[in-house]
């Protein structure tokens, strides 16, 4: 097996993923903010524009994003205990 066909191995399977988690539809910043989210427990809007793989992105773009997944209920804000001004970003399961 070569390096393409890893490759598309391997898009495939992710693409099984997102259809599991319902995020096949949405677009590759959301999906991947859904994947970061899940992946950290207790994500932050802030760690998000943070991460390196965010870069490429606007901030207006991953707020818009966030927001969408919120909106369809794949995760959930909550206002965090321990710093009343901090909003934590968890996968609704």
Partial sequence: MNG???LFEIRKSLLQ???EFGIDNF???ERSIFAYVANKEN???T???NNKYF???STSSIK???EKLIAHELIIRQTSLKDKRQKLL???I
């Fill in 4 to 6: 393409f066909d890893k």
């Fill in 17 to 19: 993923l997102e259809k």
């Fill in 27 to 29: 677009s590759n910043l």
């Fill in 43 to 45: 994500a932050t809007l």
């Fill in 47 to 49: 760690q998000i524009l």
């Fill in 55 to 57: 870069k490429d992105f």
């Fill in 64 to 66: 818009r994003a966030t």
């Fill in 90 to 92: 968890t996968v609704k």
